[in-house]
């Protein structure tokens, strides 16, 4: 086989390559994106602190309701959760505050009936009769100097969160 007969195959699978990569880039955008379109609306209650970082500029550092969750709730065969181990949470609207609160966490995604939310989660430690875990809904970031304002109401934010039925979550709105 020639030279010249091999350098139209290079080009093709050169093209297929960077196609592929392409597509596995645009899939990750859309994965994370797609959580805005078609996640249901739930509103969480915050306490922000911590608004300002040096390269990024105002952000407002969220802690939830949702982060810090009785051990009781852990609804596993397993005894505790693993540290660093992803858990699935279900949550459930409180019809007289009108937010979401944890009605069990596991170690598989469980079923949810209508009205119920579940979002995946990390465990990031435990206590005695605490399991803390983070969601990637942590970090919220805003206009620049508008980040010292939202912590002098610290206490009285309601976050509204995208939660898509296969656990990933976005932030969409803070509600002062």
Do not use: C
């Amino acid at each position: 086989m020639r030279k010249s007969e091999l350098r139209p195959r290079r080009g093709s699978w050169l093209g297929i390559l960077v196609a592929l990569q392409l597509l596995f880039l645009a899939g990750i955008v859309l994965f994370h994106y797609s959580a805005l379109w078609v996640g249901k609306d739930i509103r969480l209650q915050t306490v922000p602190v911590d608004p300002r970082d040096q390269l990024y500029g105002d952000y407002v550092q969220l802690n939830y309701q949702i982060n810090s969750v009785e051990q009781t709730k852990w609804k596993s065969a397993s005894p505790e959760p693993k540290r660093g181990g992803s858990v699935y949470v279900r949550l459930a609207e409180n019809r007289s505050t009108k937010t979401y609160e944890v009605t069990g966490v596991y170690d598989r995604k469980p079923s949810r009936s209508a009205g119920e939310v579940v979002l995946k989660g990390r465990v990031q430690y435990m206590d005695s009769d605490r399991i803390r875990i983070t969601y990637g809904l942590e970090q919220y970031y805003v206009q620049e100097n508008t980040g010292k304002s939202l912590e002098q109401r610290a206490g009285n934010l309601i976050v509204h969160i995208k939660a898509a039925p296969w656990g990933s979550a976005v932030i969409d709105s803070i509600e002062p």
